[in-house]
Structures are given as structure tokens and as C-alpha cells.
């Protein structure tokens, strides 16, 4: 049987990866995290965290995600950018191998490469990406100064971000399917008192108009059937989101959307393989439990190689 080059690979450095990747540097294991684009994962978008415990006031996003990897960096992670192409294992091993054609392996291999937005799937959102369609209010919304945009969506990402555009836009339409919001209670009380913000119920859009980019979007309201159009300079769409699971090319249980099941160790259905963060089936969805995720997975890791 091959040896293990690493005691674990981590793939991902959101804040599952970059903690997991925190407590396997202190506990001195032989690993490597990849990670395809910069650090930070989805956390590193959010203009505002208001709910990560030990800021009182809030932090953004980026600062968190930059504090957590040169935490990682001070106790030695080794932190390489490469997008993963395939995860797999053969004869109790694991292996990962990244884009550049290396296949690495480890006793262990904690996934945590997190969730991707889901697109709309409406006519005009491919063609108009990035020329007035975005997936990242944080990332495009100041090139929207004195503009109208829309928001797509009625969770906690699109009504914080709805509200985050309001300091650029001179209007934020949010273009929500029900007349009900999924958001926490402390968002809608934000969004419901921002002048700015026009919420357009039961409604959903059709089509994303423009000849260069987004001039306006076509909505139709499914109690009535009417539709209309909306003049908008940009739109940000935020219907929820589905795991970056695709790279397991290995038989692991997962949840109906894809989602990978594992138990509270965060050990998926294949011994040595973990899930952390928000690839893995959970109730809830956030930077501090993808924290615990990532420590909980760490620490596993660690005894499972101690034996
Ligand atoms: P989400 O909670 O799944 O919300 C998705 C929203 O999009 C829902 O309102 C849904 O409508 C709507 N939607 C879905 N498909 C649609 C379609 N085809 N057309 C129109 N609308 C559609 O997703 P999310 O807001 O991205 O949040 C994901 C997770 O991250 C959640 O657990 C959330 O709590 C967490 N998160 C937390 C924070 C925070 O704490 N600050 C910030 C961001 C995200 P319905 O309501 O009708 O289903």
C-alpha cells in the first residue's frame, strides 16, 4: 500500500477549512489545505456579521476571514491555491487530486468547500452575468452609486444584502416569490424600515432585459398573473444555494439535495473521509457553526490518526 504523504488534506478555506486547518497546524499534523480562489469562502462576502460571537459590534466579512487565515498562517498551515478536481480513496487511503494533475494523499480528507448560489434559471441571466446580473452584492454593489437595483430572494442573504445595497443604490427593490420572508426576524425589521427598500410580494421574475447590461427585469405576480416590466441598472440574486459537492468521487451518503450526511464526529459514510461547514446536511448554516464544524472535524481527525 502507498504511504500517506499527508496526515490530512483539508479542501476549502471558509471557516470550517481555515479552522480545521487551525487545529491540525497546533496539533502539529502533517497537512495541506487548497483552496481554488482566495481565502474566505462565502463568509468573506458578507458586507456584515453581526452574529459571530467575540465582536460586539460586528465585523465584516473579509476581516473575519482574513483574521482566521493568518491564524492558520501563525501556527504553520500550509495553504496552497489550487483548485480540486477530484477527492477519492483506494486501499484505506485518500486521495486529491488538484487541477495542476497532482494527486496527493492523506489518511484523512476533510471536505469543506462549502455552497454555491444558485441561479435563477430565467432567460436573460446567463447572457447578462456580470454586466448587471451578480451573485455578490458585496463585490458589485458599489458600482450601482444613485442606481435601482433588485434583490431576488427573501432569506438572510438576499435581505442583508438588500440592506447593504442601500448605501450605493438610490432604490432596492426585493423581489420575493411569497408575501412572507424566510429572513431572521432582526433582518426584516431592518429591510421594513429602510425607506429604500420596496419589497415586491408573491412575486417572481421572468426574464433579465438589456442589450450590454441589465436595463430592466420582467416580474409577474402569481396571485394575479399581471406582469410588469422594472426598470433596474442591476440585479442580485439570492434563491439559496446548493453544496460544492461534485468533486467526491466516492460513494458517500448524502442528503437529497446533495448535501453530505455525516455524523456528529463530522465522519461522512467513508471512513477517513469528513465533512465540514456548509457542504454537510445541517440545520443551520452560519460561520459559527461552521467553526464547530471545523474544529469538531479536526479534533476527530487527530484521534482517529492517534489510533
Ligand atoms: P435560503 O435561506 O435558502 O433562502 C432562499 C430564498 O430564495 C427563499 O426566500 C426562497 O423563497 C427564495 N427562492 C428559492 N428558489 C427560488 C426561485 N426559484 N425563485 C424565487 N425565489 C426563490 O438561502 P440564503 O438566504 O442564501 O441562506 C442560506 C443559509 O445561510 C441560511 O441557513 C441562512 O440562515 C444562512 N445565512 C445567514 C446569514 C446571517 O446569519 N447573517 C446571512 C446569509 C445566509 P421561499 O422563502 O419562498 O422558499
Not at 36 to 59: C, H, M, W
Request: with cysteine.
Amino acid at each position: 500500500m502507498k504511504r500517506a504523504e499527508f496526515d490530512v488534506i483539508i479542501v476549502g478555506a471558509g471557516p470550517a477549512g481555515l479552522t480545521a486547518g487551525i487545529y491540525v497546524a497546533r496539533a502539529g499534523l502533517n497537512a495541506v489545505l487548497y483552496e481554488k480562489l482566495s481565502p474566505g469562502g462565502q463568509a468573506a462576502t458578507t458586507d456584515l456579521v453581526e452574529n459571530y460571537p467575540g465582536f460586539d459590534r460586528g465585523i465584516s466579512g473579509l476581516e473575519l476571514m482574513e483574521k482566521m487565515e493568518s491564524q492558520a498562517r501563525r501556527f504553520g498551515l500550509r495553504i496552497e491555491f489550487k483548485p480540486v478536481d477530484r477527492v477519492y480513496s483506494s486501499d484505506g487511503l485518500h486521495f486529491v487530486r488538484t487541477a495542476d494533475g497532482e494527486d496527493n494523499s492523506a489518511r484523512a480528507v476533510i471536505v469543506a468547500t462549502g455552497a454555491e448560489p444558485n441561479p435563477l434559471g430565467v432567460p436573460g441571466e446567463d447572457a447578462l452575468r456580470g454586466r448587471g446580473v451578480s451573485y455578490c452584492a458585496t463585490c458589485d454593489g458599489p458600482l450601482y452609486r444613485s442606481g435601482k437595483v433588485a434583490v431576488v430572494g427573501g432569506g438572510d442573504s438576499a435581505v442583508g444584502e438588500a440592506i447593504f445595497l442601500t448605501r450605493f443604490a438610490s432604490k432596492v427593490y426585493l423581489v420575493h416569490r411569497r408575501h412572507q420572508l424566510r429572513a431572521t426576524k432582526s433582518l426584516q425589521d431592518k429591510a421594513l424600515s429602510n425607506d429604500k427598500v420596496e419589497f415586491i410580494w408573491d412575486s417572481v421574475v421572468t426574464r433579465i432585459e438589456g442589450e450590454d447590461s441589465v436595463n430592466s427585469i420582467s416580474i409577474r405576480n402569481v396571485r394575479s398573473a399581471k406582469e410588469r416590466k422594472l426598470k433596474v441598472d442591476g440585479v442580485f440574486i439570492y434563491v439559496g444555494r446548493k453544496p460544492n459537492s461534485a468533486i467526491l468521487d466516492t460513494e458517500v451518503r448524502s442528503d437529497q439535495k446533495g448535501y453530505i450526511i455525516t455524523n456528529e464526529h463530522m465522519e461522512t459514510s467513508v471512513k477517513g473521509l469528513f465533512a465540514a461547514g456548509d457542504v454537510r446536511s445541517k440545520l443551520l448554516y452560519q460561520i459559527a457553526t461552521a467553526v464547530g464544524d471545523g474544529a469538531t472535524a479536526a479534533y476527530a481527525v487527530e484521534k482517529s490518526i492517534a489510533g
